[in-house]
């Protein structure tokens, strides 16, 4: 099976600018998570998709957002670009909890906010 | 506030010996935790979990313990190689959200 992908890599943007990062899940997976790494934070819950729905926000203004497609792809967005959103993006899929629950991560966005 | 933390940032252990990594947490609805490794550039990979009714889950060289009534969490790894040079996040489950540790960088000296 193929891993969680994420896109793009690598991003460079200004402050006040939006970004719109993207994952693809593990086939059959249907639970999406997003989190943020920076230095001596570790990693720092944003939220959560199952089907569609957010199940789980964490707690981050409201600039950053996502969805989840029908197909489980999931894009999370930042709006109003501030340097300290400057971080590693993680995606991470899933099978239901009842399984156990472990986490599949996908390499991550890094993002660079100038 | 950091339900779950790793107060050991880095630690260094020599080939061959044991290496213990410790996490704390403070929510005892906590029911499942989880332990992975992260090299650079790459996302986390999920090494070895337990279940909050057990207090010991052992795959190979890798063993987590689980006091509850300290609500204490620790990953043995013996013996420690090279390649385990990497960092370690511990997590908890409560519900489908997952918290996660600062992380303990560990690094096994050849």
């Known amino acids: 099976k193929a891993g969680v992908t994420q896109t793009p890599r690598y991003l460079i943007k200004t402050r006040g600018q939006q970004v719109t990062l993207s994952c693809s899940p593990i086939s059959g997976h249907r639970s999406v998570s997003w989190y943020q ?49 400057s971080a590693l ?12 629950g472990e986490q599949y991560f996908g390499p991550g966005t890094r993002l660079t906010v100038t | 506030d950091q339900q779950v933390k790793q107060n050991s940032p880095s630690l260094s252990v020599q080939e061959g010996r044991i290496s213990i990594l410790n996490c704390d947490y403070t929510n005892s609805m906590f029911d499942y935790f989880l332990w992975y490794k992260k090299y650079p550039a790459e996302g986390p990979t999920f090494l070895i979990s337990i279940s909050s009714i057990k207090d010991k889950n052992e795959d190979g060289r890798f063993t987590v313990f689980l006091n509850k009534s300290a609500k204490h969490l620790s990953l043995h790894i013996v013996p420690s190689q090279p390649g385990d040079s990497a960092v370690y996040f511990c997590a908890t489950r409560a519900g489908n959200q997952f918290y996660f540790g600062t992380g303990t960088s560990l690094t096994v000296i050849p």
């Open chain 1, 89 to 100: 993006y993680l995606c991470a899929s899933s099978l239901p909890t009842g399984s156990g």
């Open chain 1, 37 to 85: 790494q920076t230095p001596g934070q570790g990693l720092q819950f944003l939220f959560e998709y199952f089907s569609e729905t957010q199940r789980n926000k964490g707690n981050f203004p409201g600039r950053f957002s996502g969805r989840q497609f029908s197909n489980s792809r999931s894009e999370m967005n930042v709006s109003t670009l501030e340097l300290g959103d």
